[in-house]
């Protein structure tokens, strides 16, 4: 019992690293701007090599990272079979709740920073638009809608077929998801519209979803293996699959994008856990330098909703600041001043309002969390939460 706790702790800290490292290339990624009109790539010229490939291969595999993870947790702290209602609630408080409150603030901000709207009827129009940004694919907003879909079928899939497939149930879920995506593939591509699109977005990130549970049972014997090797191969395997991130990305041509996102998805989360597991033990064996980078690490996974929600204000100020200020200012200034500001900016925020009720309640934080508590203890909350 004892070391289950102990695995069940060690996981939930890995989780968080993984998070913490996830959220912060999400940071990266909207500094440098996912395409060549929006971030610092539309300050050069379009489509820079560098500044495109980095973007790319980042969005190759990261997202996929951020629903495996939550998968992985569904299936290490999720309750069995929660009451739909109790389901929901949760889901409505951790998620939806923050889109609602903060996806127009947002919308507003970005409309904002291209001019006032001049007279009435200008403002009339561009209030009546802030409701689509609770659809997706409005920006960052997405990633709610499909997590809250992977759970949710999820959920409804162990209802119904449970006890009838038995510890076969999320091998033959995960075979689902796959035959789903592709059967509805031809719908989803050759429509358009809302309806389409959402179908769409739930099922391809689906898939990972289902993943993150099945590879969930092999984890404990991955990190033993790994805690096991010398420091070097623990050093190496992380490694080795950025390298194979890279190399897939290289290889498959550009129209295959589908394809190298898949395959870079799981490579990706094996990066990562491998990546934790190796700042885990250096943490305990080596000096307090590591011990404090695994810490923040952990800590910025158990903050990542914050992060999430509030970055692209300070992410675009900082830009403009910037800008304004000196426009020729180099591209390596613009990341690491971006990147601070994405990630201090929103930590600010947080320690200034932490313990404000409305705050906590906005955020998808129900109460706030004692000073005591270790991310292991903490719940769950925003990008990697569980059914």
Not at 266 to 280: D, E, I, N, V
């Amino acid at each position: 019992m004892q070391n289950r706790r102990e695995d069940s702790q060690t996981l939930s800290s890995e989780l968080f690293c993984m998070r913490g490292i996830g959220i912060l290339l999400v940071v990266l990624v909207h500094v440098l701007g996912v395409d060549a009109q929006h971030g610092i790539r539309k300050l050069f010229p379009p489509n820079r090599m560098d500044l495109r490939l980095l973007v790319e291969v980042i969005h190759s595999f990261n997202m996929a990272v951020m629903l495996m993870g939550s998968g992985v947790a569904a299936a290490a702290f999720g309750r069995e079979s929660p009451p739909l209602l109790d389901f929901i609630r949760k889901k409505l408080n951790k998620l939806f709740v923050p889109m609602l409150v903060w996806a127009p603030v947002l919308f507003l901000m970005q409309e904002l920073t291209w001019g006032l709207p001049h007279g009435f009827e200008a403002w009339t129009k561009l209030l009546l638009r802030m409701p689509t940004t609770w659809f997706p694919p409005y920006s960052i907003f997405w990633f709610v809608h499909a997590l809250v879909g992977c759970t949710l079928l999820t959920w409804a899939f162990r209802k119904v077929a449970g006890e009838a497939l038995g510890r076969w149930l999320w091998p033959a879920y995960f075979g689902i998801t796959m035959v789903m995506h592709l059967v509805a593939s031809p719908w989803t591509e050759g429509g358009t519209g809302v309806l389409n699109e959402y179908v769409e977005l739930i099922l391809y990130w689906n898939r990972f979803f289902a993943l993150g549970i099945v590879v969930f049972p092999w984890l404990a014997s991955v990190r033993q293996w790994l805690t096991g090797s010398s420091i070097p191969m623990q050093a190496l395997v992380p490694a080795g699959f950025m390298a194979a991130i890279i190399a897939v990305y290289a290889v498959l041509p550009a129209e295959r994008y589908a394809l190298v996102a898949a395959i870079n998805g799981t490579l990706g989360f094996c990066m990562l856990f491998s990546l934790s597991a190796f700042l885990r033990n250096r943490s305990v064996e080596w000096g307090t330098a590591w011990k404090g980078a695994w810490r923040r690490l952990v800590y910025t996974g158990s903050i990542s909703m914050i992060l999430f929600l509030f970055h692209l204000y300070f992410v675009s100020g900082m830009r403009i600041a910037l800008e304004r200020v000196h426009p020729e200012t180099m591209v390596g200034v613009h990341l690491v001043l971006g990147t601070l500001a994405g990630c201090v900016g929103p930590w600010l925020l947080y320690l200034l309002f932490k313990g404000q009720s409305w705050f906590h309640w906005s955020v998808g934080m129900s109460k706030p969390a004692p000073r005591s508590a270790t991310p292991a203890d903490q719940s769950r909350e925003g990008l990697a939460s569980s059914p």
